[in-house]
């Protein structure tokens, strides 16, 4: 028999020992991640686990965020969004994942009613442990919870098992390229130091008024800097033409062996001289010198024809990875209401289109 508990009831500690040990978990299953994307403006934590009422061992965990926008509408926009699938730990057999698996079912849809939400989206990470060793198949589990499978793709390179000159000749020629005008231009990289975090809010803030693209609230950064950084579970690096000119700061997540591309800041110079190249570049070879076996350049879109979306699925491209599944799954609750939100989402996008 199984009880559901709220993540608050668990330590930091018992939770995130769990998320160590299951191989269906990352790093989007950690506390600290949580309580980054819980920091996101109008967001709250509703994550919860799944625990065996005799003993009060944890059958999985299963994290989530409730984010509220509001709407001409007269309700507000409520979406549910995991910040990565349901983790099991690797101990139940067949029959018991089945179980659980009703629990976490009628607990989602309990939660979506509860909090009026038109819509809840789960994804697996391409680099848990499950999804890499394909042991798992997530669209097929995702369906099992009542989900709808809403899979894409994403770009993940092979450190493991590669010399620096097979790295170099797998990136595209035009990111070779790149690297070797920013060198010539005089760029330099480095890792990160902690008090670097004002020089990342300061290009996020350039960013923000040439891209438009907005940016999440500082304190989410700020948690990045002071919560994963000295905790290694992220990495980063600047590219600077003296010491104190830093011109772009990317960070990686890491966790299990594997690194994926999480955040970036850069001004006008950085992308004029091919420095973001150059840090990618930098950033591949210090993960795989310290014995990183994947690096995830970020989720693909090959399917979009032009615009930024395209511009930066290129850029994630250029790499060298290779495309593999990302599993997505979505439960609509209002079906109505999340058709009209998607009908509203597909207009103001081609209305942007028509403007540029």
């Given amino acids: 028999m199984y009880e559901i508990a709220k993540r608050s009831d668990l330590t930091t500690s018992m939770w995130n020992k769990e998320a160590d040990n299951s191989p269906d978990a990352w790093l989007w299953h950690r506390w600290e991640s949580i309580d980054a994307y819980a920091s996101w403006a109008h967001s709250k934590d509703i994550s919860f686990a799944v625990l065996e009422k005799t003993s009060g061992r944890v059958a999985a ?27 099991f730990v690797k101990t139940l057999g067949v029959d018991q994942r ?23 989206d789960l994804s697996s990470p391409p680099l848990s ?20 499978d809403v899979s894409t793709q994403s770009w993940l390179l092979q450190l493991h098992g590669k010399t620096k000159e097979e790295l170099w000749k797998g990136m595209e020629y035009r990111s070779r390229k790149s690297v070797n005008k920013a060198l010539r231009a005089g760029v330099s990289t480095r890792p990160i130091q902690l008090q670097d975090e004002k020089i990342f809010l300061r290009l996020l803030t350039e960013n923000t008024k040439r891209t438009g693209i907005s940016a999440k609230p500082a304190t989410y950064y700020e948690q990045i800097f ?16 003296d010491t104190n000119n830093i011109h772009s700061i990317h960070i990686f997540g890491v966790y299990k062996g594997g690194a994926i591309y999480w955040v ?46 395209r511009r930066i699925s290129d850029f994630k491209k250029s790499f060298g990875g290779a495309l593999v599944p990302y599993h997505r799954g979505t439960l609509r609750c209002r079906p109505f209401v999340a058709a009209t939100y998607d009908c509203m989402r597909v207009l103001r996008k081609n209305l942007q289109h028509v403007k540029r």
Avoid: M
């Fill in 61 to 87: 965990l299963v994290p989530l965020i409730r984010h509220t926008r509001g709407s001409k509408i007269p309700y507000p926009q409520v979406r549910i969004e995991g910040t990565g699938g349901p983790a």
């Fill in 98 to 120: 089945k179980r659980v698996e009703a629990h976490i079912a009628r607990k989602i849809q309990k939660l979506a009613a509860n909090q009026g939400a038109y819509r809840v």
């Fill in 129 to 148: 442990p499950s999804n890499l060793s394909s042991n798992q198949n997530y669209s097929t589990s995702f369906r099992g919870l009542g989900f709808s």
């Fill in 226 to 241: 002071r919560n994963f950084l000295p905790a290694g579970l992220a990495k980063g690096y600047c590219a600077y033409t």
């Fill in 264 to 309: 970036v800041a850069s001004d006008h110079y950085a992308l004029s001289v091919g420095a973001n190249n150059l840090l990618q570049w930098s950033a591949i070879c210090d993960l795989a010198d310290n014995g990183l076996c994947w690096y995830e350049s970020g989720e693909a879109f090959p399917n979009e024809q032009n615009g930024k979306v």
